[in-house]
């Protein structure tokens, strides 16, 4: 199964931002796969170790990251598994803990109460949210506009809703620019590691991921 326009515009957006970082060799004995948009996993990255193969699957479509910036945080993992050694992993947990300890992630019920009466970029003011009923999946957030957004599942919500929520700070945002990257010290590199390839993080984790990734810096390909 080939992969669709939008895939492959994305890889070449990829590349442009990868090389000018100088890691432009992570696309390289890289195989991407297309899956259906019902498999609600945005991206993954598998490798196999005994196989040295490096697989990333990808949904045509996803909800609040740019499809670019989904595979650069896959190529993220790839460069966290199989190129760090184990010093660096270490030096990313550590780092990765302090900023967890200077700043936590409010509950997802305190985002959702914030939420009432605000403005939702591109939407309109949340008005009312009725939680799934027993059995069911789909949170409802009916707006001013008369619009009304359905979210499956808590996990997507919480990624809906995580950079609109009045309850998160801008502070938060820069060190963690998506509710995903609080999940642990390897997905919370595979987001930074993206919006930094996108120019798109802070001046302290500009200067430490720079420093991290400096020895793996070579000549665009």
Same mark, same amino acid.
């Given at each position: 199964?080939?992969?669709?326009?939008?895939?492959?515009?994305?890889?070449?957006?990829?590349?442009?931002?990868?090389?000018?970082?100088?890691?432009?060799?992570?696309?390289?004995?890289?195989?991407?796969?297309?899956?259906?948009?019902?498999?609600?996993?945005?991206?993954?990255?598998?490798?196999?170790? *005994?196989?040295?193969?490096? *697989?990333?699957?990808?949904?045509?479509?996803?909800?609040?990251?740019?499809?670019?910036? !989904?595979?650069?945080?896959?190529?993220?993992?790839?460069?966290?598994?199989?190129?760090?050694?184990?010093?660096?992993? %270490? #030096?990313?947990?550590?780092?990765?803990? %302090?900023?967890?300890?200077?700043?936590?992630?409010?509950?997802?019920?305190?985002?959702? *109460?914030?939420?009432?009466?605000?403005?939702?970029?591109?939407?309109?003011?949340?008005?009312?949210?009725?939680?799934?009923?027993?059995?069911?999946?789909?949170?409802?957030?009916?707006?001013?506009?008369?619009?009304?957004?359905?979210?499956?599942?808590?996990?997507?919500?919480?990624?809906?809703?995580?950079?609109?929520?009045?309850?998160?700070?801008?502070?938060?945002? #820069? !060190?963690?620019?998506?509710?995903?990257?609080?999940?642990?010290?390897? #997905?919370?590199?595979?987001?930074?590691?993206?919006?930094?390839?996108?120019?798109?993080?802070?001046?302290?984790? *500009?200067?430490?991921?720079?420093?991290?990734? %400096?020895?793996?810096?070579? %000549?665009?390909?």
């Amino acid at each position: 199964m080939g992969v669709s326009k939008a895939i492959k515009e994305a890889i070449t957006e990829a590349k442009i931002c990868l090389d000018t970082k100088g890691v432009g060799w992570l696309i390289n004995d890289l195989n991407v796969h297309p899956v259906g948009s019902d498999k609600h996993i945005g991206g993954k990255y598998v490798y196999d170790h *005994d196989k040295n193969t490096t *697989d990333i699957y990808l949904e045509p479509k996803t909800d609040e990251l740019s499809l670019t910036t !989904v595979f650069l945080h896959e190529c993220g993992h790839r460069l966290y598994t199989e190129e760090f050694t184990p010093a660096e992993r %270490k #030096e990313i947990r550590a780092y990765y803990n %302090k900023l967890r300890k200077r700043y936590s992630l409010p509950s997802i019920t305190d985002m959702i *109460d914030a939420l009432i009466g605000e403005p939702i970029e591109k939407f309109g003011v949340v008005q009312k949210v009725t939680r799934p009923k027993k059995g069911e999946q789909f949170w409802v957030f009916e707006l001013d506009s008369d619009d009304v957004i359905e979210v499956e599942g808590l996990d997507s919500l919480e990624f809906f809703f995580y950079r609109h929520s009045p309850t998160v700070t801008d502070q938060q945002l #820069e !060190v963690f620019p998506t509710s995903y990257s609080y999940t642990d010290n390897m #997905e919370w590199f595979a987001e930074v590691f993206a919006f930094w390839c996108e120019d798109d993080v802070p001046p302290s984790l *500009d200067k430490f991921l720079s420093r991290l990734l %400096k020895p793996y810096a070579r %000549k665009t390909i």
